[in-house]
């Protein structure tokens, strides 16, 4: 199993930027998938998730509003649309896939909770 995050860069403060994760070696509508990010010299935490069909969504506090998490089953991929990014977010940012159990979906905000993690790709936002 692959989950390869890409689209992270540098951007000013007040800006977007959308990064992706493509997964490959899994069954990709099996897994909701999560996004996480990790700041230097911080804890890892939990940023949002979707559900294995994307009907629904789940915001950390912090973003909701300014984040959107949206998926294309048909590509095995997973985005996260950032937009009005602050310093604060600058962290490197992860996806990881839950394996589907049962027919509801409870978001899950705990890292262990996931199966598969991505190699992170890094978002910088300038002041």
């Known amino acids: 199993v692959q989950l390869q995050a890409c689209g992270g860069g540098l951007v000013q403060a007040g800006g977007s930027l959308r990064v992706s994760c493509a997964a490959s070696g899994l069954t990709f509508n099996n897994y909701h998938m999560g996004w996480f990010r990790q700041a230097p010299g911080k804890e890892r935490e939990f940023v949002g998730a979707i559900s294995w069909g994307g009907a629904s969504t789940d915001y950390a506090d912090f973003v909701k509003g300014r984040f959107t998490i949206s998926r294309a089953n048909a590509k095995n991929t997973v985005y996260l649309q950032m937009n009005s990014l602050k310093p604060g977010d600058t962290a490197v940012y992860y996806c990881?896939?839950?394996?589907?159990?049962?027919?509801?979906?409870?978001?899950?905000?705990?890292?262990?909770?996931?199966?598969?993690w991505g190699q992170g790709t890094v978002v910088t936002v300038s002041s």
């Open positions: 990881a896939a839950q394996s589907r159990t049962g027919s509801r979906w409870t978001s899950r905000r705990t890292d262990y909770d996931y199966d598969y």
